[in-house]
């Protein structure tokens, strides 16, 4: 992600040394786990943002900016890392196949070593 990022922020216009910045904040990172008496060796991180940042939010709505001008952006919103899509239509499978349409236009989109949607943190609601 880390060079995407970069990338995706040079491609948006913001100055270089933003861009630079932002490589540098995201490089040089390592974690670790801890489980009750076990500790796991500090291994080095090769992408992701850090969490508990307040930059983070903000860089991962400026990678993810590409998706709120996909096809019809017309109903899609962005907030921390989560993004979400609002479908009307005149009956449920109308709005269904427009669901669908906007989620294969994201997974289209998102290249192979991106960051992925989980299963798990798909939702969907239904008004009638």
Not at 16 to 37: E, H, I, P
Request: net charge positive.
């Amino acid at each position: 992600m880390c060079n995407r990022l970069v990338l995706r922020l040079r491609e948006q216009g913001w100055p270089d040394n933003l861009a630079r910045w932002t490589g540098s904040f995201m490089s040089g990172r390592s974690a670790r786990v801890r489980y009750q008496d076990i500790t796991t060796p500090t291994m080095p991180l090769q992408c992701g943002l850090p969490q508990g940042s307040p930059v983070s939010p903000i860089l991962f709505l400026l990678y993810t900016e590409p998706i709120y001008r996909l096809g019809n952006p017309e109903g899609r919103f962005g907030n921390a890392d989560d993004t979400a899509i609002l479908c009307t239509g005149q009956s449920l499978d109308e709005t269904a196949r427009k669901a669908s349409d906007y989620i294969q236009e994201l997974v289209d989109w998102t290249p192979p070593t991106a960051s992925h949607s989980t299963q798990r943190r798909q939702r969907s609601c239904t008004f009638h």
